[in-house]
């Protein structure tokens, strides 16, 4: 299922089916190449199933940064793994 995007404030935010909120800081060192320009998607594991895999980040980390995302999906219980993945978008 594709996430959709919720109309909130200034934040990144996406609603996939599920109520539960997922709170994500990204930060990137400002040496060269630290930064990435994919999409990049996270997927939890946890003590009661999987999240399915989730928009991160439409336009990538950019060098030096820090952004602040909420995610919502289903409850999966206690945390147990992260999967992140990026697809090169031209």
Known sequence: MEPVKC?????????IRGSQRYEFTVSTSSLPNSGDNALIYVELTGSEGKTGKMVLSEDG?????VKKINLYSNDIGE??????SSEFVE
């Open 61 to 65: 980390f950019h060098l030096g940064s």
């Open 7 to 15: 109309p909130d404030d200034c934040r990144r935010n996406y609603l």
């Open 79 to 84: 945390i147990m793994s992260m999967r992140l």
